[in-house]
């Protein structure tokens, strides 16, 4: 239950426990403080009365001289009106005003309580430094004191009371106020669906402590909307890729089907067909491979790697193809690599085949490679604007819109295989362009 | 040779089987696991094409039974998904191959040729030869109606593929596997390019063609009727 209570009500509580306890304090030191003060006051005035009564009674020794005393006694006791006075001497009570009741014997003051009523108690000799002299048990009546500090205590706990609620109120106002902006982050957060992924925290109205917070909540916002702005555009994409080949096989067959036609234009058809179909097997098969790689599926087999003769052996597969378009491939560096070979090869097929692509006539395409391990692959070529650099790597993504329509041989998933390649072998893929030239770099772990 | 093809789609496996009688195998079709197995203990078959998802028993109940027969068939095996463990597991279980759906046609019959093959050794060839087209392995040099032609080496390794697949349409990936060791699809056109090149050599300044497209199938190299 505890662990449920808002973090308001929680603060609200702690303050009020805070306050009782300090004004819980307070009033228990400034009891003590007044009651001290009482008891010196007390032992004051029994002291003067004391004195005024050992000089009443001076050299009095025994019941006879005590008698002829009396009178001036009693006019010294009437002018104290809450004083009790009794005098014992040898086991017998010369006087006892006091009520019958036991005193202490011990000298010095005493507190004690009779019949609803307290005492202060001071016993004394008559005559000091005397063994055998009369003894004087003075008691002072001090039923108001007792009053004040009873009054005393009741306000006392009161206050800690009133103060305590006081103080929970207060808190609980000042907690929640306190406590708004992580209210309005609550808001926001539960405002955040599908549609709203672009909202965000205002971070600059936070305070510190919760700046961090709201941060690192907009940055996964922003994480947040990105994927989902992907994951839109591949569905999208998927479509679109789709609807260009399938539109053309629905018409395609349609048409051929309407009316009868020489066996030529049947088969012409079909092989027309079986292109698309070819495209879209290939589109469904790289959409299968990048899923595999989403689901972590792709584990790439640890083998040692000589990275020279596998970009030796991609060089000389693309050799035909680049002599055809008039660029020179070159191979710089070796490196070792413990990796997956055939992931690697088509990882790096697509590299190769997407330079070729963009690199003019007498151009060229250069594979480099250092040990630790970085191969690059760079080719000549107008280079690619600085925005679109971390866009090449999406699904579907075309440098070239011109591209985009018609089923073209390409789908644009190359780059996108080759980066999940790379991830699965814990590397990293990126881009760099400049005028003139592009570069792709591939950085992999070393070899454990 | 006699294909046992398990297969619980019925369109999948009516093309099937008619595409690879024609291609002159004899094949038997059954669409449920149970019967399979019992055909392919049973029966005296060639290599077995086996699908995974089954009725009564899936394909790798099937040929745990056939390998536990003792029985040494060469299995295809055919899967809609192409999750690791699924290709871990039935090549642990003694699978020879596996095709992944969507497949062409022309790469399954590639790789039942290729499974076929691989049992019967083939003599020692010194020479491949058709028409007047003569490939010598030893000397490693090509002739043509007694014209000496100038390959390179990976042009000499197409040839020799080709030869030696001759009347078999050969796919673009299993010519990059065989030729250039590059085991995925590939949408280059590095075949069609190597290709070209193979054709100015071998028979450009020939009447007879002997390299032939196959629209959108492959390349087959034979003497042609029409």
């Known amino acids: 239950m505890i662990k449920r209570l808002s973090l308001a009500s929680r603060l609200a509580l ?64 009437s002018r104290q009106p809450d004083l009790t006075l009794r005098i014992s001497a040898a086991g017998q009570r010369w006087l006892d005003d006091a009520p019958s009741m036991t005193l202490p014997t011990t000298p010095g003051l005493h507190s004690l309580q009779n019949a609803g009523t307290d005492y202060r108690v001071y016993n004394a000799p008559l005559t000091p430094g005397q063994p055998d002299s009369p003894h004087l048990s003075l008691m002072l009546d001090i039923t108001h004191h007792q009053h004040f500090l009873q009054r005393m205590q ?22 929640r106020s306190g406590l708004r902006p992580l209210r309005r982050m609550g808001e926001v957060a539960a405002g955040v669906s599908a549609h709203s992924l672009t909202q965000r925290l205002p971070q600059q109205h936070m305070p510190v402590e919760l700046a961090e917070l709201a941060q690192a909540f907009n940055a996964m916002l922003e994480r947040l909307d990105d994927a989902f702005q992907r994951l839109s555009a591949f569905s999208a994409d998927i479509a679109h890729e789709l609807r260009t080949p399938l539109s053309n096989l629905l018409t395609q067959t349609q048409v051929i089907l309407t009316q009868p036609r020489p066996l030529e ?7 027309s067909n079986l292109e698309e179909l070819q495209w879209m097997a290939q589109l469904v098969n790289d959409m299968l491979y990048l899923a595999k790689a989403d689901h972590g599926l792709l584990m790439p087999k640890r083998e040692p790697l000589s990275l020279a003769d596998e970009v030796d052996a991609l060089l000389e597969f693309f050799a035909l193809l680049a002599e055809d378009a008039q660029v020179s491939l070159v191979r710089e560096g070796s490196a070792h690599a413990s990796g997956d070979r055939g992931m690697l090869r088509r990882a790096l097929s697509n590299l190769l085949d997407n330079a070729l692509r963009f690199t003019p006539a007498g151009g060229e395409v250069r594979v480099r490679m250092v040990d630790g391990v970085t191969l690059t692959v760079e080719n000549t070529g107008e280079g690619i604007p600085a925005p679109l650099l971390p866009r090449l790597f999406d699904r579907f993504y075309r440098a070239d819109p011109s591209r985009h329509e018609g089923s073209s041989e390409h789908a644009g998933l190359g780059l996108a295989i080759t980066q999940s390649i790379v991830r699965a072998h814990g590397g990293r893929i990126y881009c760099e362009s400049g005028p003139g030239w592009t570069r792709f770099v591939i950085e992999l772990p070393e070899v454990i | ?28 079709l059954v669409a449920d696991g149970t019967h399979g197995q019992h055909l392919a203990l ?5 290599l077995l094409i086996l699908d995974v998802m089954l009725p009564g028993r899936d394909g790798w109940q099937i040929l745990q039974a056939v390998r536990s027969a003792g029985l040494d068939i060469p299995v295809l095996f055919l899967t809609a998904r192409d999750a690791v463990e699924d290709r871990v597991h039935g090549l642990e279980l003694g699978a020879d191959d596996y095709l992944v759906k969507p497949f062409a046609f022309s790469e399954l019959l590639a790789r039942v040729r290729s499974l076929l093959r691989r049992g019967s050794s083939a003599p020692q060839e010194t020479a491949l030869q058709l028409a007047d087209l003569r490939l010598d392995l030893i000397r490693r040099r090509v002739e043509r109606d007694g014209q000496r032609i100038d390959l390179t080496a990976k042009e000499f390794a197409l040839l020799e593929l080709l030869l030696r697949r001759q009347g078999e349409v050969l796919p673009k990936s299993l010519i990059a596997s065989q030729v250039w060791d590059m085991n995925f699809d590939s949408d280059t056109n590095i075949i069609e390019v190597a290709i070209r090149r193979l054709r100015l050599k071998v028979d450009d300044n020939f009447p007879t063609k002997l390299i032939h497209t196959v629209r959108g199938m492959g390349y087959v190299l034979e003497e042609h009727v029409n």
């Open chain 1, 14 to 77: 702690l303050f009020a426990a805070c306050t009782a306890v300090v004004s819980l304090i307070a009033g228990v030191l400034f009891n003590r403080a007044s009651e001290a003060h009482f008891i010196e006051l007390d032992q004051q005035q029994l002291d003067s009365m004391l004195v005024a009564l050992r000089s009443t009674l001076q050299g009095v020794e025994s019941p006879a001289s005590f008698a002829q005393r009396q009178a001036q006694l009693r006019a010294e006791l």
């Open chain 1, 154 to 175: 009741r306000l006392i706990w009161l206050t800690v009371g009133l103060s305590a609620l006081a103080t929970a109120l207060l808190g609980a106002w000042a907690a």
């Open chain 1, 265 to 271: 234009d049947y088969r012409e058809a079909l092989h």
């Open chain 2, 1 to 28: 040779m006699k294909l046992l093809i398990v297969e619980d789609q019925p369109k999948t496996g009516h093309y099937l089987r008619q595409g690879l009688n024609e291609a002159g195998f004899t094949t038997e």
């Open chain 2, 42 to 46: 049973t029966g005296d078959y060639d």
